[in-house]
């Protein structure tokens, strides 16, 4: 049994990245335990939070929530050929003070969409930059670019592409090997 953490980049209401992550939730093993951790909530990194002694509790309430998981899967769209402001925070959130970084040796897989033709490519790629540097094993293949994601889903939020179930399948499948290689 692995638990695992889903961040998602994108705090909109219709976000098609969270319809993407509770149609991933259903593809993962019965006997593990998939959440989305929200990061709404977290003011803007600032240091002299953690120097000062006056974190806030949101910060302490999402380490230690991090800090119970097994892995870590990023769902982002891309917001000006990068990363959405939101999951960076969360990220610098996660990785400080510097000798209590939740994410260390956590694997961690990112699957990015958009509603274009480019897949979230940019986003997928500047995310691994920190992440890497966070000593997170991040899944290498396959990769996984979802374009034309507002095309995706019926009113009820359900993908309804058979071929792109099969796909995030595949996805979900590798990601747990990745786990399992770490967990053992």
Not at 20 to 42: C, T
Not at 117 to 142: D, E, I, K
Request: no cysteine; proline share 7%.
């Amino acid at each position: 049994m692995a638990k695992i953490a889903i961040l998602v980049g994108s705090l909109r209401k219709e976000s098609y990245s969270k319809k993407l992550a509770h149609n991933i939730m259903k593809l993962f093993p019965k006997h593990d335990e998939v959440e989305i951790v929200p990061i709404d909530q977290l003011p803007f990194y600032n240091q002299d939070f953690d120097d000062e002694g006056n974190v806030p509790e949101s910060y302490t309430v999402f380490r230690e929530k991090i800090k119970t998981m097994d892995a870590v899967l990023f769902i982002t769209p891309e917001y000006n050929r990068s990363v959405p402001a939101v999951l960076k925070n969360a990220i610098d959130v996660g990785s400080r003070p510097k000798r209590d970084n939740v994410w260390s040796k956590k694997p961690a897989a990112i699957i990015s969409q958009s509603p274009g033709n480019l897949s979230g490519f940019g986003a997928n790629h500047h995310l691994r930059q920190p992440l890497v540097s966070l000593n997170m094993p991040v899944m290498q293949q396959p990769e996984a670019y979802i374009a034309h994601s507002a095309e995706l889903f019926d009113e009820n939020g359900e993908i309804t592409n058979e071929g792109t179930v099969e796909f995030l399948q595949k996805i979900v499948n590798a990601f747990v090997k990745l786990i399992d290689r770490y967990k053992s």
